[in-house]
């Protein structure tokens, strides 16, 4: 089995992992979790697409898109997190239970 | 033809500067940023009309490392859509957020978002390459949530939250696609991977992935979920911008991954699956978004369920083009979906801004409230109606001539079964067109409603749109014509060379 089928797999893994918690997991924060877990999956795939295309030097193209895909996954969760909090404090301030999901309120 | 970069650019620059200047000269700085955005855009539309499409490779780096712009017929149409879609909204916002402090406020934060969004709106219209089109869909995601988020309230936190969350599943979901398709073909760029592309095991995925996280980016019917609470959550002019422009970004990508990239793999199966998916879904989104709207009580969720049933008008445009026998009926299925496209776009803007028009003479958006108002706010309730008129579909709005030629255009497909969808649609979005104007004529019972004042730009903008969209009924044949100034467009061939 090549490095890259190894990597490749545990990309494959993670994004499984992070799709299943996404939609199993009610608390706002693990679903933001969840969704950090997919984009760790499909960086790691990128990565290990650098290391196979070429044989003597890792190609530079995909290592520029993770970067850049940090930075946007980043700012995603950075304002995801910061709505989550803001929600919590309303929850809290009209006393329902904020480790719900207010999913179904409107 | 280096004015291509100025319109992703002149909003970017106006949205910084915009967050740094003072709270009195947001207005006019936002203003003058939109202005010249609808200048450039308009001279990039009489450039494609005169000369086709155009390549601006950025800082002269070549594709593989550089970044391109590429500009064609469907592209300036977008850009000219956005422009003045944009303009006029700004025009709304500028005195929309001159009302109370508190509302000022939110008016200093709009802009730089508002103008932020815009773009990368025409970012993604401009981009050449599969990469780009999801860092600058991004923007516009992160741009349109803080848009929906900006009256604070708890309601519009939650939908803001939920809109946000899938739209970050459906861009990671793309970009696995994206990830996919670069370590089986080494490319990135449209035409460039049209012409690489051959359906392997890894490229089939990758066409499912980016063509799944855009359906639920552009809202077809499961994955609509999000959109009616954020886009009736958020104020007025947002909501406006939301429902005629936000959405149809993702559909505008949906289109080049479709139509270009995987040509060989969409176009390779005659009247496939996909495609008849997509057009069942989009069908079912008709029937199921005006029957919730038909059902709505509050007016701003009522036009908000009209955007879902609406967009799936947009999606028949893929099993009409998969069909076999349907050689030299492009225009029209194109001519269709875009003239719907930019109908749906300008009406919309219509009603959401009368809707706030509404919502601040009455102080509710309650449908049970809106007695009488026809008398006492003719503009407004005339704006409602010109925009609905057009929505139905009846003559001789924009809305007319899309639906007259989606439906000739799924006569000449050979597919007959679209063309109930059409009609049907028709009348169930004038079952709810009507609902909300017989509303406004029930005369009211002792107490007549108190309505503040509004004032007279507000409620002068919803009309200029709601004319405009009845104007381009009467001009279709020049915008139709726009539409074969690219030669080809979407047959791929002869359409998508480089220059």
Known sequence: MSTFSIYSLAAILLVGLGVYGLFTRQHLLRKVMALNVIAGGIFLLLISTAYRNQDLFPDPVPQAMVLTGIVVAISATGFALALVRSIHRRMAESETDPSQDSWDQP | ?????????????????????????????????SLGTLIVSVGLVAHVWEHASARVELGGWATPLGIALHLDGLSALFLLLTAVVGVLVGIQAGSYFAQSPELRAMGSRFWPLWLLLWGGLNGVYLCSDVFNAYVLLEISTLAAVGLTILSGSTASLVAGLRYLLAAMFGSFMYLLGVALIYAGTGQLDFLLLSRGVTPQVHTLTAFGLMVFGLLIKSALLPFHFWLPPAHSSAPAPVSAVLSALVVKASFF?????????????????????????????????????????????????????????????????????????????????????????????????????????????????????????????????????????????????????????LLRAVLASGQWWWAPVIVLGGLLTAAYVFKILAHTFVPSEGEALRLNSVPLVMTLVPLALAILCVLMGFRADEVIALLPAVPHFGTGKNGWEMP
């Not at chain 2, 009247?271 to 079912?284: A, D, F, N, T, V």
């Not at chain 2, 049933?309 to 349907?326: E, K, M, N, R, T």
């Not at chain 2, 009603?351 to 003479?361: I, R, T, Y």
């Open chain 2, 1 to 33: 033809m280096n004015q291509v970069i100025w319109v992703v650019l002149l909003p970017f620059v106006g949205s910084v500067v915009c967050l740094l200047a003072h709270r009195k000269a947001v207005f006019a700085l936002g203003m003058a940023a």
């Open chain 2, 253 to 405: 990508l949906l289109l080049k991954i479709w139509f270009v990239v995987f040509e060989s793999i969409s176009g390779g199966t005659p009247g496939g699956m996909p495609s008849q998916l997509l057009g069942i879904l989009g069908s079912l989104a008709v029937f199921w978004g005006s029957f919730q709207a038909v059902r709505q009580s509050r007016l701003k969720l009522l036009i908000a369920y009209s955007t879902v049933g609406q967009l799936g008008y947009l999606f028949l445009i893929f099993p009409i083009l998969a069909s076999p026998d349907f050689q030299g009926h492009e225009a029209l299925a194109w001519g269709g979906t875009i003239f719907h496209l930019f109908s749906h776009g300008l009406a919309k803007a219509s009603l959401f801004l009368a809707a706030g028009c509404l919502l601040q003479a009455m102080g509710t958006d309650d449908l049970h409230a809106m007695r009488d108002i026809a008398g006492r706010l003719p503009v407004i309730t005339f704006s409602l109606g010109v925009a609905g008129v057009s929505l139905m579909g009846l003559p001789p709005s924009a809305g007319f001539v899309a639906k007259w030629m």
